[in-house]
């Protein structure tokens, strides 16, 4: 065990865990952040995504030795009110079906969009690629990406 002083959505929290323990499952079962969700654990789905100083990372295999002072983003840190234009792009073309991947969803475009703030449809197709949808929405994610694209 050890302690470490981890900036998540703009505060600092002291967690003592094991130094292998996975980002995911201290903020679920040490910071009761429960909007990042448990996929797989190899990070092929993407339910799990989170933003490292403002990077789409899976955190189910990022372990919490290797963070260091970097600022971790969870969906919850993306806006207070849930009005990051991505969000409201999502509600806009009705993107959600089950829902559960959805903040994985949302935290790999905010990525995009913060980097390549007007993507193509291939840019948004690789970008997206490693995140699954169960449902199939992938036609309305694609959308709702090119919707916050023009804001």
């Not at 009761?32 to 993407?46: E, F, H, I, P, S």
């Not at 100083?53 to 970097?70: L, P």
């Not at 905010?110 to 449809?121: G, M």
């Amino acid at each position: 065990m050890a302690v470490f002083n981890l900036n998540v959505n703009g505060k600092t929290h002291q967690v003592d865990v094991d130094p292998s323990t996975p980002v995911l499952w201290v903020l679920r079962d040490h910071l009761n952040l429960l909007g990042t969700k448990y996929g797989c654990g190899v990070a092929q789905c993407g339910a799990c995504t989170i933003h490292l100083d403002g990077k789409a990372v899976r955190s189910c295999i990022t372990f919490v030795d290797s963070v260091g002072d970097k600022q971790i983003t969870t969906i919850e840190g993306l806006s207070e009110d849930g009005d990051h234009l991505v969000q409201q792009a999502w509600l806009e073309q009705d993107v959600a079906q089950c829902g559960y991947c959805q903040s994985g969803q949302i935290m790999s475009a905010a990525a995009l969009l913060n980097e390549n703030p007007h993507p193509s449809d291939e840019e948004i197709e690789t970008a997206m690629n490693g995140n699954i949808c169960r449902c199939g929405t992938y036609l309305r994610i694609k959308e709702a990406i090119k919707t916050a694209s023009k804001v």
